[in-house]
């Protein structure tokens, strides 16, 4: 048991290298389709429930050199060493699913997701100019929701692919879910590790762009980010943005009650499409003396 642990933490510790404040909205993933979709999925439309037809047509798209394999709700394509392959789904992709759903998500997937997992950035950029006309925007990889497709250059480490897969596996729980829980929890667990079954965030990459918009001033009262559109979070202060959500949900992680304010704000979503009602319930506090103790907290990190 120990010996996994380290190995899915070693893993995941990979993210560090793996993302970049640079073009942060394509880098990290909108919680939606790439910048560059240009068609949304069909309403109505079936959902892809056979692995092997999709198993076929990897195989068909991709050609020879490939590892294909079935891991729900993902089918896997890869061009990476059968070894490498293996510790992606095993310790990534199936282990921190399964985290993810012991402790957040209720309701799967009834469709099928696809995986690429390129070994370079080179047979990354070749397949999406072959597929989407052009280079991909973020050097790391996306989810594509109008394609039910997770794209990664799988060099630059696993955190991308954690991040997306939250994207991809709270679709179906969360439908609704506004950007700024999307992408905090997908941030949080771009550095994690697996302790007793449960996915926990740890420091990272992030921090710095926090601790800079903290010292200049320039971060949100949490009451304002946490009432934020999609578009207004994906703005120009989006690299901020995505670090306050990130360290806001590491916050009530550190206060273990991060797994019971997402069940409260999922299912009770139309009495509060901010979050903060059940933010102060769970804290006991109203919002502004809880943004005022998390700048206190950060700053001990």
Same mark, same amino acid.
């Given at each position: ?33 790439? &910048? ?58 199936? @282990? ?39 280079? &991909?925007?973020? &050097? ?7 394609? @039910? ?22 679709? &179906? @729980? ?13 941030? #949080? ?29 320039? #971060? ?15 703005? @120009? ?20 009650? #991060? ?43």
């Amino acid at each position: 048991m120990l010996k996994k642990l380290i190995g899915i933490t070693l893993t995941l510790a990979l993210i560090a290298g793996c993302s970049s404040q640079k073009d942060e909205k394509a880098a990290a993933g909108t919680g939606g389709s790439h &910048p560059a979709a240009a068609e949304k999925r069909t309403a109505g439309a079936a959902p892809e429930t056979d692995p092997s037809g999709f198993m076929a047509e990897l195989k068909e798209e991709l050609g020879n050199g490939y590892v294909i394999e079935y891991e729900k709700p993902f089918v896997i394509a890869s061009n990476i060493s059968k070894s490498e392959f293996d510790r992606f789904k095993e310790q990534t992709i199936k @282990d921190c699913a399964e985290a993810m759903y012991k402790d957040f998500f209720e309701k799967r997937p009834e469709g099928l997701f696809k995986v690429y997992l390129f070994k370079n950035a080179a047979t990354y950029e070749e397949y999406c100019v072959k597929k989407f006309g052009h280079k &991909p925007s973020s &050097p790391y990889g996306f989810f594509r929701d109008d394609i @039910d497709s997770l794209i990664m250059n799988i060099a630059t480490g696993g955190g991308t692919l954690v991040h997306e897969m939250v994207h991809a596996l709270i679709r &179906p @729980d969360f439908p609704d879910v506004p950007a700024w829980f999307n992408e905090g929890l997908g941030s #949080l667990f771009e550095c994690c590790k697996i302790d007793g079954g449960s996915l926990r965030g740890e420091k990272n990459w992030r921090y710095p762009i926090l601790m800079d918009a903290a010292d200049k001033n320039k #971060l949100v009262p949490l009451r304002k980010l946490f009432a934020t559109s999609d578009s207004e979070f994906y703005g @120009d202060n989006s690299s901020a943005n995505y670090a306050q959500a990130r360290y806001f949900c590491m916050y009530m992680q550190e206060k273990d009650c #991060l797994p019971a304010f997402y069940r409260q704000f999922r299912d009770n979503f139309a009495g509060d499409k901010t979050g903060i009602k059940f933010i102060e319930s769970l804290f006991g506090k109203n919002i502004d003396a809880i943004d005022k103790e998390w700048r206190e907290w950060i700053k001990t990190l």
